[in-house]
């Protein structure tokens, strides 16, 4: 059965780590995924496929490397959990200043300990499972809730402002 996908690609188009999207629609359409869009520049794309998430990821990080000489860890959400991630956010304020809110993904949820050392006012954090929904007052240049969640260690995780999450779960 095919379902529809998103594929979040951390640290890519950033650091002079190049992955220009044509190749990533490529790389995508050669592993058998359908219905191939990638969304801006930032690493992240939507497809159709039959294969679990999890083997999708661990597939197209090993293509990365393998073809491009590019290690990136990539997170995958269906387009069922990206509803449910919309729905969820608690953020009342999001859709007015998407800019200013986030969702960090994550391969699995943080635990107390690490959660309890992203305290960092004004900016808010709310854990839900495998996704962090951030709200940064001042925005992210001068957040240091934003530099201390990509610093987590052990856990895999890339972060998207919340207009761009909607735009992937409406591509889902």
Known sequence: MTQKIALLLRAVNVGGRKLPMADLRALLTDLGHTEVKTILASGQAVCGTGRAPDAVADELEQRLLADLGLRSEVLVRTGAEL?????????????????????????????????????????????????????????????KLAIAVGKVKGVPATTRNWNTVKKLAALT
């Open 83 to 143: 509803q449910d991630i919309v729905a969820a956010n608690p953020f009342p304020t999001a859709d007015e200043d998407g800019a200013r809110h986030a969702v960090v993904f994550l391969r699995s949820p943080l635990g107390e300990e690490q959660l309890a050392k992203l305290v960092h006012p004004p900016d808010e954090l709310v854990a839900n499972g495998r996704e962090l929904y951030l709200r940064l007052p001042n925005g992210f240049a001068d957040s």
